[in-house]
């Protein structure tokens, strides 16, 4: 049984920056690839960043690319966000995602989900 944990998400003001955490276990991390991906109420879930197992491939949304960082600690079983000079339109729950088989910008192809956690960014 895999089971994905997000954390660190709350109220910050426009301009502040968070970090995300990912905690994962059941089975090894370091055979997944990573995704986060965020949903704000009455919208779309929105790809916002992966990473594939190793780190070498990233991919973020055009976006958000110049102020969101991916990361991953194999060895902890951890991975993370940063998100810089957060804007009100960030407002959104965050969700960790983790893929069997490849790393991927689209939502249906990841297998395993957290709970999300709550980003609000006040003006």
């Known amino acids: 049984q895999v089971q994905v944990v997000e954390s660190g998400g709350r109220l910050v003001q426009a301009g502040d920056s968070l970090r995300l955490s990912c905690e994962t276990s059941g089975r090894m991390f370091s055979n997944f690839a990573m995704g986060w991906f965020r949903q704000a109420p009455g919208k779309e879930r929105e790809f916002v960043a992966a990473?594939?197992?190793?780190?070498?491939?990233?991919y973020y949304a055009d976006s958000l690319k110049e102020r969101f960082t991916i990361s991953r600690d194999n060895a902890n079983n951890v991975g993370h966000l940063q998100m810089n000079d957060l804007k009100p339109e960030d407002t959104a729950i965050y969700y960790c995602a983790l893929s069997r088989i490849r790393v991927s910008r689209r939502s249906q192809e990841y297998d395993y989900w957290g709970q999300g956690t709550q980003v609000t960014v006040s003006s």
């Open positions: 990473i594939n197992d190793a780190g070498g491939l990233i």
